[in-house]
């Protein structure tokens, strides 16, 4: 039995405009961003850096001393998925508190922001 080709170019034209439906119809999977496993805050300079921000956000009417400087005197220790940053022990009989930043290292959350006098 011979199909003529009219009827043959229309199936045709039928499967091909269905496959094309099919494709189109199926939306791209969007792209959900995750933290990378070690958390967004890998290192202790990346964490001082953070609190540096946070602190003097926190504080704009002080002078804010360079990054630097927070480098030099604070120190960051991760403990778990917390960081800890504080100021690097003062001399004894010195005048002032401390400051004390926890960082979540998987996504960078504020943990608690602590100073004493």
């Avoid at 091909?16 to 958390?39: D, F, H, K, M």
């Avoid at 967004?40 to 953070?50: E, L, N, S």
């Avoid at 630097?68 to 690097?88: P, S």
Wanted: glycine residues 6%; hydrophobic residues 45%; proline residues 8%.
């Amino acid at each position: 039995m011979k199909v003529p080709a009219l009827k043959m170019l229309r199936v045709t034209v039928v499967l091909i405009a269905a496959l094309l439906n099919l494709v189109g119809c199926t939306t791209p999977r969007q792209y959900v961003w995750s933290p990378p496993p070690e958390g967004v805050i890998r290192d202790k300079v990346a964490a001082t850096a953070i609190a540096h921000a946070i602190w003097f956000s926190m504080n704009p009417w002080k002078d804010e001393p360079s990054e630097q400087m927070w480098q030099e005197h604070f120190d960051a220790i991760r403990k778990g998925n917390t960081w800890y940053v504080n100021e690097k022990s003062q001399p004894p009989n010195s005048l002032g508190g401390e400051v004390t930043i926890m960082l979540d290292a998987r996504d960078g959350r504020v943990i608690e922001v602590a100073a004493s006098q």
